[in-house]
C-alpha cells in the first residue's frame, strides 16, 4: 500500500473514532480515558443500552434495597458503617441505595452523636432514638445484655466480664446512662448498674403500632408499583408478599431479631 493512502486511511480511522468518542461523552456525559478504552474496548451500542440503575419500578425488588430495608428495619438508628458490617457489602454500594430508599418514604435519616443514622418511619418514638443508638453497639448492647442477667454488677465486674479496659468500659457505661437504658447508683465507694423500664416500655409500644405501620407500609408498596400481600404478623414480626408481575419478593421484618434477642 502506498505511503499516502497509509496516512490517508490512518487519518479517517482517527476521525471516526474521534466521532465515536464524542457520541459516547454525548451518550454518558462523561469522558473514557484511552489506557481504560483500549483496556476493555468499546462499543457505542453497547453504552446506550447499559441497564440504568433506576430501572427498577419498585424500589423493593431490588435485591440490595430490600436487604438494606429489612437490616434498618431490624436495626432502627443504625448508621452505614454498621450496615455494611452486618450485610458484608461496600459501603458505597449502600450509600448509593440509601437516598433512593429515603426519597421512596421508606427510610428517614437523623443525626445522632455526629453519625447520620437511618430508621422506618414511625417505627419507634422520639424519646426512643437514643436508646436504639446506644444498642446498635455491640458493646453497648452485651453490656445492657449484662446487667439485665446481673443486676447491680459493678463497672469493675462488667470489664474484667468482657475483657475490656475500664475506659472503654465507662465510655459504654455513659452511653447507656445517657440513653435512659440504664441506671446508676452509689453503693458506698463503688458504682453499680440496673436496667431502667425503657426499653420494655419502647417495644411495647412499637408493637402498638405494628398494625399502623403495617398499613402504612402497605400503601408505600402499592404507590411503588407493586402488589402487596401481608403473609403474617405476629408480635415485632411482619411479612409481606411483594410482586411486580414475573417476579416475587417476601418481606421480613423482624425487629425483636437480631438487636432486641435475650436483652428485652
Known amino acids: 500500500m502506498p505511503e499516502s493512502e497509509a496516512l490517508q ?3 479517517l480511522q482517527k476521525k471516526g473514532d474521534d466521532r465515536k468518542e464524542m457520541s459516547l461523552q454525548v ?3 462523561k469522558r473514557m480515558g484511552r489506557a481504560l478504552r483500549k483496556m476493555v474496548g468499546y462499543n457505542l451500542d453497547d453504552v446506550l443500552n447499559v441497564e440504568d440503575r433506576n430501572a ?7 435485591s440490595a434495597r430490600q436487604d438494606i430495608f429489612e437490616y434498618v428495619f431490624s436495626h432502627p438508628m443504625t448508621h452505614l458503617r454498621l450496615m455494611a458490617r452486618g450485610l458484608e457489602a461496600k459501603p458505597q454500594t449502600i450509600n448509593w441505595h440509601l ?3 429515603v426519597k421512596g418514604g421508606f427510610l428517614e435519616g437523623r443525626r445522632m452523636r455526629n453519625k447520620h443514622c437511618y430508621l422506618v418511619p414511625t417505627l419507634i418514638p422520639a424519646r426512643g432514638m437514643k436508646a436504639f443508638f446506644s444498642l ?9 445484655s449484662s446487667i439485665r442477667k446481673d443486676p447491680g454488677i459493678s463497672q469493675r465486674a462488667l470489664c474484667s466480664k468482657h475483657g475490656v479496659y475500664q475506659q472503654l468500659g465507662a465510655n459504654w457505661l455513659n452511653e447507656l446512662s445517657n440513653s435512659k437504658l440504664v441506671v446508676k447508683t452509689l453503693d458506698g465507694r463503688t458504682n453499680s448498674y440496673s436496667i431502667s423500664p425503657l426499653l420494655k416500655e419502647l417495644v411495647e409500644e412499637v408493637e402498638d403500632r405494628m398494625p399502623e405501620l403495617a398499613n402504612s407500609l402497605m400503601e408505600k408498596l402499592v404507590t411503588d408499583g407493586v402488589a402487596p400481600k401481608r403473609v403474617s404478623r405476629r408480635g415485632l414480626n411482619l411479612r409481606i408478599q411483594i410482586s411486580n408481575g414475573p417476579n416475587q419478593r417476601v418481606l421480613s421484618l423482624n425487629l425483636r431479631s437480631p438487636l432486641l434477642r435475650n436483652i428485652v
Do not use: I, K, V
Request: hydrophobic fraction near 30%; charged fraction near 10%.
Open 27 to 29: 451518550a454518558t456525559g
Open 136 to 144: 446498635n453497639c455491640p458493646g453497648q448492647r452485651s453490656f445492657y
Open 99 to 101: 437516598p433512593l430508599l
Open 9 to 11: 486511511n490512518r487519518n
Open 56 to 62: 427498577d419500578s419498585s424500589l423493593l425488588m431490588n
